[in-house]
């Protein structure tokens, strides 16, 4: 069983609308949460950063973690369709665990104009 | 800034034939690694680097090695390629610890090993 379970989507939604994303782990070590973002044919880059639970806000990206339940999310409010891409969370932290981190696999999201 | 470039973009391979994905990064970032990319699997750490000389295995370090003569660079050394090596392999950097900042990837090497 992997560490970091992520669904891979397709998942569609038509602009305008929130997408919510969500991957669940099972290492109850990780401290640190992040989701990347991957278009097509290029490397991820980071979108949101948290550490430990909690909720963070960048514009229009929320990032939740939920330690007790083992599960984080990201949701996208007033979706574009510039937004359509794979995204990852992953994850980190514990004993021996310095600068190795857990991917999901990426959900694909498909916003439609 | 380039940022991290990886070369190849892509490559072709038989089996057992060996090659050097190169990764060199101009930010004077300490942290770099290598990464895999499979569809469903996400990806996967193979070998990481916390400086100049200093190497360390990831999760599928098997059939690849690595070294880190200077801060710019860090090569990935498929030994004899196999079918198994068949992937997207992505090359990454971090300014300070890697646990609270950010990686920088590169736009990724596509291998096929036939």
């Known amino acids: 069983q992997k560490e970091v379970e992520q669904d891979p989507g397709p998942l569609s939604v038509p602009e305008g609308a929130i997408v919510s994303l969500n991957c669940t782990y099972s290492?109850?070590?990780?401290?640190?949460f992040m989701w990347y973002r991957q278009y097509s044919r290029k490397g991820p880059e980071l979108l949101m950063y948290?550490?430990?639970?909690g909720n963070k806000e960048d514009g229009r990206f929320t990032a939740q973690v939920d330690k007790s339940s083992k599960y984080i999310s990201l949701f996208i409010r007033d979706s574009q369709p510039s937004d359509s891409a794979t995204y990852l969370c992953?994850?980190?932290?514990?004993?021996?665990?310095?600068?190795?981190?857990?991917f999901g696999a990426g959900t694909q999201v498909v916003v439609t104009p | 800034n380039a940022g991290v470039t990886q070369t190849p973009k892509f490559q072709v391979l038989k089996t057992g034939q060996s090659m050097t994905l190169q990764c060199a990064q101009d930010?004077?970032?300490?942290?770099m690694s290598w990464y895999r990319q499979d569809p469903g699997m996400g990806l996967r750490l193979i070998h990481y680097?916390?400086?100049?000389?200093?190497?360390d295995q990831g999760e599928v370090p098997n059939g690849y090695n690595v070294s880190r003569s200077t801060t710019e660079d860090f090569p990935l050394r498929l030994l004899s390629a196999a079918p198994s090596q068949t992937s997207v392999y992505f090359c990454?950097?971090?300014?300070?610890?890697?646990?609270?900042?950010?990686?920088?990837f590169g736009e990724g090497s596509r291998l096929t090993v036939l």
């Open positions: 992953a994850m980190s932290g514990g004993t021996d665990s310095w600068g190795k981190f857990q």
């Open positions: 680097s916390v400086g100049a000389g200093i190497t």
């Open positions: 990454a950097s971090s300014p300070t610890d890697p646990n609270t900042g950010e990686l920088f």
């Open positions: 290492n109850s070590a990780f401290q640190y």
């Open positions: 948290t550490y430990s639970s």
């Open positions: 930010m004077n970032h300490e942290y």
